[in-house]
């Protein structure tokens, strides 16, 4: 089983940009990726997710702010998130998902979780 720590969270104000990393303990191309957010009080997210094909879908919330890659040895995962607002406030969390490449999207990933990190805050000021 695959194991995720997340890191790179912090506090930032608004319209800031943070890059949010994963490392994996095997190598993640054989897997549905993602990111999804919780926020205090609220449902769980996916925010964005890149497939075994490396296809990549994004939460409509984030798209065009937010942009999910790998490394090319498939063992760390990036979230580059630009101009952060307050809504963007929440626990981040890297995810493998029990999903094909054409059902990898942000639809389905907080539904068919297989393994996650322990998290890493993102906290926007105004």
């Known amino acids: 089983q695959v194991q995720l720590v997340e890191s790179g969270g912090g506090s930032v104000q608004a319209g800031g940009s943070l890059r949010l990393s994963c490392a994996a303990s095997?190598?993640?191309?054989?897997?549905?990726m993602g990111w999804f957010r919780q926020a205090l009080g609220k449902e769980r997210e996916g925010v964005a997710t890149i497939a075994t094909d490396g296809s990549t879908t994004y939460a409509d919330s984030v798209k065009g702010r937010v942009t999910i890659s790998r490394d090319n040895a498939g063992n760390t995962l990036y979230l580059q998130m630009n101009s952060l607002n307050t809504e963007d406030t929440a626990m981040y969390y890297c995810?493998?998902?029990?999903?094909?490449?054409?059902?990898?999207?942000?639809?389905?990933?907080?539904?068919?979780?297989?393994?996650w990190g322990q998290g890493t805050q993102v906290t926007v000021s105004s």
């Open positions: 995810a493998a998902a029990s999903l094909g490449r054409t059902l990898c999207t942000v639809t389905y990933l907080v539904y068919n979780l297989r393994r």
């Open positions: 095997t190598n993640t191309y054989g897997y549905c």
